[in-house]
Each structure stands twice: as structure tokens, then as C-alpha cells.
């Protein structure tokens, strides 16, 4: 849901970065009655962003909307899945994180949450962070609240009274509704504009939070190396440093990027919230590239929010998200559906070594990789 702003659309965000900072009433005529600050609690600058949240509603919801050079509505393009999306390129509007990216920059003055809702999810600006077990009782308005398992794909904002105000998905518009829990609910954050982050773990590292349920480490970054600790229920962990090693499937997941964690034992980032590989921490052997493997040759991406697909097609089903620039193992190449993206036109995608295809345009070289094979 979450996405940079399309080649086609940089006049319309040049013009944006031009224009003078309004006050959050500017939008007056579409705000709704019931969207505000509904309990109290909140500081003076979640206060702000609940009121430039508010003053979206009704506006459309649009994938990649509002992840412009300057925060505020963009026009957004097809997800490559959803048959909704296929008019975003008309609608002018925010995804998800696009909103809450805007409603803090509108508080602010900085753009404190520029980024997917993962990467939100995640911010450094957090000055707490509540549980999804702890459900609304701890929140305030302006806390923003996060969905998804392993990856997060969707975020809202708190109001207050079990309401939030959310640009909810393609095809619909920003609006206010009650809060949602149950299903794939990962818990909130609390921003603090001042960007003071969370204390760190003692030890040190960056702290992540696990999902899932009877999750083991293990003495070397492979399952069949010893046991070192079992988590009964999702934690948070200390994470050093990270690296490619064995491959594993799981929860219909497949990854052979392991995190050491603190105590010296490693676990697959598989049953770690965010992207493949976690953002901001190192590799442990040196920011190495995976090796390639199957016949395979490793190559960059760059971009962000990518994704890969069954098949050489952008209707097909997605695999894997790339959140930022990776490292893909590449098999061979092939002439497929032709795509526009970013300002570039290519017809070549690569195989990669799980099967997934994905379009040339966001991997670094020319547009028909030098020593790949034909598919």
C-alpha cells in the first residue's frame, strides 16, 4: 500500500514543493464533524497532526499517493494487483502512509515520517511503543496504529473514543472509523517530534519486535545447529548485525537472511517484523552480497516498495516486497510485458532464484543484463 511517486506525476510534486505551507484548515469544506481529538492525553503536536489528518477526509485513497519530494497529495498508480487501483493514476489522494506522513509534517514542519508504513512502523521518531496485547487503552489521539504479520501494510491514526481516521484502500476515501484489533493488529507508536528514540537495549544493538509462536534460536544460523532459547510468544529482540546463510520456509515465507541477536544466537528474519532484510543493521560479515547460487548471478535493486511476481506480468501474483535497495540472485532473463516505471520503459525481466520474476527497470545495469542468460 505503500509506494514512491511515479515518473508521470513530477510536475504535479514540483508544483507542491512551490506552493506556501497552509494551515491544516485549508481543507476545511471537506472535513468531517466527527473526525478530531476524541479523548485526552495527547500533546500539542499529536493534537496538530490529528487535525491535518482530519482535514483529508473525503479526499481519495490512492497507492503511492503522498510519498512525493514534499509531503502531501499525489497522484497515485496501480498496485499491479487490486482491479480498484487501476484509476489511482486519476485520483490525486494518499495511500495509508502517505496520510500520516503528511498529518506529522503539517505538525512539525518536518518530515519525520517519510517512508512505507514498515518503515513508519519502525521510526526512530517512537518515543513508545505498545503491543498489539495492549490494544487502545494506553493510546492517546495521534498515536498510529499498524497492521501486518512479519511485514507491515497498513497504518491509521488514533483519535480517541475507539475511533481512528485511516486512507483505507483503493477505490474508497480517507475517512473515520472504529478501531480494528483483531486479525494481523501489530500494536502503535507514539511520535516524538523531537526525535528521541526509545532507549536502546543496554547491550546494545537495535530492538525488533518477533511475531509468532514457538520460535527458536539457534547457536549457528541454521535450523538444524543447536537450540539456545524458544519464545512462547512474540518478544523483543537485540539485533547486531544480520546475514545471508541457510534458506528457510516458513509461515509461507522464504528467507536465508539470519539476525545474531544479543546473546550471541541467531534467528531467521523470518519471525521478525519488517522488511527481508532488516533496515539500519549491518551485515556481519561486511556488508557482503549474498552469494549467488542455482547458476545464479547476484545483482542490486534499487527503488523502493518493489515487488516481485509470479510471473513476468505486474497482474500477476506478488512474492516478495522489497521495502529498499537489495541484493537478487538472478537465473536468466526474458522478454515479457512491457513496463513503464520511474521514467524508464523495459520489456526484460529477470528470474530469480525462488521463481519470482521481476522487471529489469529496478535493477542496476542496462536493460538487458550483461551476462545473464535467455529464460
Not at 198 to 208: D, E, I, K, R
Not at 348 to 360: F, P, Q, R
Request: proline share 7%.
Amino acid at each position: 500500500m505503500n509506494l514512491i511517486t511515479p515518473a508521470r506525476t513530477l510536475a504535479a510534486v514540483a508544483a507542491l514543493a512551490m506552493a506556501p505551507l497552509l494551515p491544516v484548515t485549508a481543507h476545511a469544506a471537506a472535513q468531517d464533524t466527527s473526525c478530531g481529538v476524541l479523548a485526552s492525553g495527547a500533546s500539542a503536536t499529536a493534537q496538530a497532526a490529528v487535525a491535518a489528518a482530519c482535514s483529508q477526509i473525503g479526499v481519495w485513497y490512492s497507492w503511492g499517493g503522498g510519498h512525493g519530494a514534499t509531503p502531501g497529495a499525489t497522484y497515485g498508480y496501480y498496485d499491479g494487483s487490486d482491479p480498484d487501483s487501476l484509476h489511482d493514476n486519476e485520483r490525486m489522494g494518499f495511500d495509508c502512509s502517505g496520510l500520516m506522513r503528511y498529518a506529522y509534517y503539517r505538525a512539525t514542519g518536518s518530515d519525520l515520517l517519510n517512508g512505507t508504513a514498515d518503515d513508519q512502523f519502525h521510526s526512530p521518531h517512537a518515543s513508545a511503543r505498545f503491543s498489539a496485547g495492549q490494544g487502545t487503552a494506553p493510546l492517546v489521539p495521534g498515536d498510529l496504529m499498524f497492521w501486518g504479520s512479519g511485514y507491515i501494510h497498513h497504518v491509521a491514526m488514533y483519535l480517541g473514543a475507539g475511533q481512528m481516521v485511516e486512507a483505507y484502500e483503493s477505490g474508497t476515501h480517507i475517512r473515520v472509523t472504529p478501531v480494528r484489533t483483531g486479525g494481523d493488529y501489530a500494536g502503535a507508536i507514539r511520535i516524538n517530534p523531537s526525535g528521541t528514540p526509545v532507549p536502546p537495549p543496554a547491550n546494545g544493538g537495535s530492538t525488533f519486535q518477533t511475531w509468532g509462536t514457538g520460535v527458536h534460536t539457534h547457536s549457528t544460523p541454521s535450523v538444524h545447529a543447536s537450540v539456545v532459547d524458544t519464545f512462547a510468544g512474540p518478544t523483543q529482540v537485540s539485533v547486531q548485525c544480520q546475514e545471508h546463510a541457510e534458506e528457510v520456509s516458513a509461515e509461507g515465507y522464504t528467507n536465508d537472511i539470519w539476525a545474531k541477536l544479543a546473546d550471541g544466537s541467531w534467528m531467521t528474519n523470518i519471525y521478525i517484523k519488517g522488511p527481508a532484510e532488516l533496515p539500519g543493521i549491518p551485515d556481519c560479515g561486511g556488508d557482503n552480497p549474498p552469494p549467488p547460487s542455482g547458476g545464479s548471478t547476484a545483482f542490486q535493486t534499487w527503488g523502493t516498495g518493489v515487488r516481485t511476481h509470479s510471473e513476468p506480468n505486474v497482474n500477476a501474483g506478488v512474492v516478495d516486497y522489497f521495502a529498499q535497495p537489495t541484493t537478487v540472485n538472478v537465473v536468466c532473463q526474458a522478454h515479457a510485458q512491457t513496463v513503464t516505471a520511474e521514467g524508464y520503459t523495459n520489456d526484460a525481466w529477470s528470474k530469480l532464484t525462488n521463481g519470482a520474476w521481476m522487471t529489469n527497470i529496478y535493477i542496476k545495469g542496462p536493460a538487458w543484463l550483461p551476462g545473464v542468460a535467455t529464460c
